[in-house]
Nanobody, 130 residues
Framework: VQLQASGGGSVQSGGSLRLSCAAS????????IGWFRQAPGKERKEVSC?????????YYSESVKGRFTISRDSAKNTVYLQMNNLKPEDTGVYYC???????????????????????WGKGTLVTVSS
């Protein structure tokens, strides 16, 4: 089981990036996938989550609502995070994770992202300059 996050880079404020989370060793559309951000010197926090394909539930943190879009391409076994109108406070290392064979049924909605994320990919760095 592997998750590979990619697509990070350096952009100016207002710019866009698209992150990819490519899954291997399992079929990601049967699991929840989450994107998390760890800013310098801060704890890792969830940014956006998507439930397994059949449920089609999506969560965004307040700080990214209206700017970020999470989506899934089941044919490519990949989940994307389109990030528009980037701000300096979006800077950090972005990780994706899944709850494959998680300890409990995930609760993902517009207001929460609660899943037993137990497999994590290596992060991809996003730097937004003002």
């Amino acid at each position: 089981v592997q998750l590979q996050a990619s697509g990070g880079g350096s952009v100016q404020s207002g710019g866009s990036l698209r992150l990819s989370c490519a899954a291997s060793g399992f079929t990601s559309h049967y699991t929840a996938i989450g994107w998390f951000r760890q800013a310098p010197g801060k704890e890792r926090k969830e940014v956006s989550c998507i439930s397994k394909s059949r449920d089609d539930r999506i969560y965004y943190s307040e700080s990214v609502k209206g700017r970020f879009t999470i989506s899934r391409d089941s044919a490519k076994n990949t989940v994307y995070l389109q990030m528009n109108n980037l701000k300096p406070e979006d800077t950090g290392v972005y990780y994706c994770a899944t709850d494959l064979e998680g300890a409990y049924t995930p609760a993902i909605s517009t207001t929460e992202c609660d899943a037993a994320f137990n497999y994590w990919g290596k992060g991809t760095l996003v730097t937004v300059s003002s």
